[in-house]
């Protein structure tokens, strides 16, 4: 008999989906290849389907509420939830944290950021997390899945009990994307204005992605090493003003194109004030790349082969910079750096959540 497994998906009708909808579409196309009889169930709000959910292996339902409805009634009404669920996972704090006759509850935390960064944060955003972080706090019987040890650590210090608390991994591999042939690569880097080696940073232009301060390192690496070619930003805007600089940005692109330029650029760098995890450096990992990163990125905060930094220290950037310029990037070089990240696959995320709901 299939279990229903009813998650959440309305992250991905957001305007800015960011990296909690990379969870939904790896955690559903991991669970779509288990040896299990599970009945994937999606929640939506109204409205059209998105085409990257319609293309996920689920049966959708909706809630027939609009999306700014549907976080306000979650917490106290598991809407649209089949009573045949065996599992309910809310992929945020949105929720829904309840339903189903005899189910098991569970919610992902990603991060405190609204607490380690509140004024990258509004008041309105503020409320609502708290308001959510009290409601998970006194339920002792939703289960809490985290992606850091770290974050763990602190949701005990804040009353959840270390039982409740499950660490699960991210997957850095998406076998329905490949990533685009360099010549395509190129052309796009050619219409910008680009020829030749760059930098990339892929992720949301808002302030605690630390840009100012990357654009400041990024020129002073530059002048002693030109190989490192111009800057290159990847994403959509986020919350908050931005000075970009000189900086070269592309904005959105789509999943093919992001492969290709993690594959094709001279180093990646990633040096946020604070991160959740981190999904952009272990996505470059995955294709071979040297990677700049923050010592407090906690995805890769333990990695051997990442060049890690302090994010307040521009010099300490630059530094970072160079030094991973320096790194081999041959065959063997780059097979190390994909073989750090070769335990972190959609399968064995889906794996530690299936654990997670025994």
């Not at 549907?70 to 649209?80: A, F, M, N, Q």
């Not at 990339?200 to 992720?203: F, S």
């Given at each position: 008999m299939?279990?229903?497994?009813?998650?959440s998906?309305?992250?991905?009708?957001?305007p800015?989906?960011?990296?909690?909808?990379?969870?939904?579409?790896?955690?559903?196309?991991?669970?779509?290849?288990?040896?299990?009889?599970?009945?994937?169930v999606?929640?939506?709000?109204?409205?059209?389907?998105?085409?990257?959910?319609?293309?996920?292996?689920?049966?959708?339902?909706?809630?027939?509420?609009?999306?700014?409805v549907?976080?306000?009634?979650?917490?106290?009404?598991?809407?649209?939830v089949?009573r045949?669920?065996?599992?309910?996972?809310?992929?945020?704090?949105?929720?829904p944290?309840?339903?189903?006759?005899?189910?098991?509850h569970?919610v992902?935390?990603?991060?405190?950021?609204?607490?380690?960064?509140?004024?990258?944060?509004?008041?309105?955003?503020?409320?609502f997390?708290e308001?959510?972080?009290?409601?998970?706090?006194?339920?002792?019987a939703?289960r809490?899945?985290?992606t850091s040890?770290?974050l763990?650590?602190?949701?005990?210090?804040?009353?959840?009990?270390g039982?409740?608390?499950?660490?699960?991994?991210?997957?850095?591999?998406?076998?329905?994307?490949h990533?685009?042939?360099?010549?395509?690569?190129?052309?796009?880097?050619?219409?910008?204005?680009?020829?030749?080696p760059?930098t990339?940073?892929?992720?949301t232009r808002?302030?605690?992605?630390?840009?100012?301060?990357?654009?400041?390192?990024?020129?002073?690496?530059?002048?002693?090493?030109?190989?490192?070619?111009?800057?290159?930003?990847v994403?959509?805007?986020?919350w908050g003003?931005?000075?970009?600089?000189?900086?070269?940005?592309?904005?959105?692109?789509?999943?093919?194109?992001?492969?290709?330029?993690?594959?094709?650029?001279?180093?990646?760098a990633?040096?946020?004030?604070?991160?959740?995890?981190?999904?952009?450096?272990?996505?470059?990992?995955?294709?071979?790349?040297?990677?700049?990163?923050?010592?407090?990125?906690?995805?890769v905060?333990?990695?051997?082969?990442?060049?890690?930094?302090?994010?307040l220290?521009?010099?300490?950037?630059?530094?970072?910079?160079?030094?991973?310029?320096?790194?081999?990037?041959?065959?063997?070089?780059?097979?190390a750096?994909?073989?750090?990240?070769?335990?972190?696959t959609?399968?064995?995320?889906?794996?530690?959540?299936?654990?997670?709901?025994?």
């Open positions: 299939k279990r229903t497994i009813t998650i998906v309305d992250q991905l009708y957001r800015q989906p960011g990296g909690i909808a990379t969870y939904v579409r790896g955690l559903v196309r991991g669970l779509a290849t288990l040896d299990e009889e599970l009945d994937l999606g929640l939506t709000p109204s409205g059209a389907v998105p085409s990257d959910l319609a293309s996920l292996p689920m049966r959708l339902r909706s809630t027939r509420v609009p999306l700014n549907l976080s306000r009634v979650w917490p106290y009404w598991p809407l649209g089949p045949s669920s065996a599992v309910v996972h809310a992929t945020s704090m949105a929720g944290f309840a339903g189903g006759a005899h189910a098991v569970s992902a935390m990603h991060d405190l950021l609204w607490r380690d960064e509140p004024e990258a944060s509004t008041a309105s955003g503020i409320r997390h308001d959510r972080l009290r409601r998970i706090t006194r339920d002792g939703l809490v899945f985290t040890p770290g763990t650590e602190r949701l005990e210090s804040l009353g959840i009990a039982e409740r608390i499950r660490t699960v991994r991210l997957g850095a591999d998406d076998e329905t994307q990533a685009a042939d360099r010549a395509s690569v190129a052309a796009l880097l050619e219409r910008h204005g680009v020829r030749g760059f990339l940073y892929a992720g808002e302030p605690r992605k630390n840009l100012e301060r990357l654009v400041e390192a990024h020129h002073l690496a530059l002048t002693e090493h030109r190989g490192l070619g111009p800057l290159v930003m994403g959509p805007s986020g003003d931005v000075a970009t600089a000189d900086a070269v940005v592309l904005g959105h692109v789509d999943r093919s194109m992001l492969l290709g330029l993690y594959r094709d650029t001279t180093v990646f990633y040096v946020p004030r604070r991160e959740g995890w981190g999904l952009p450096p272990v996505e470059a990992l995955h294709a071979g790349t040297r990677v700049v990163a923050s010592a407090t990125t906690p995805s905060s333990a990695n051997e082969t990442v060049v890690l930094v302090d994010p220290d521009v010099d300490a950037i630059a530094e970072g910079l160079a030094r991973a310029f320096s790194l081999a990037s041959d065959d063997a070089a780059r097979t750096r994909r073989q750090s990240v070769s335990q972190l959609w399968r064995n995320a889906a794996l530690d959540h299936l654990a997670g709901w025994q």
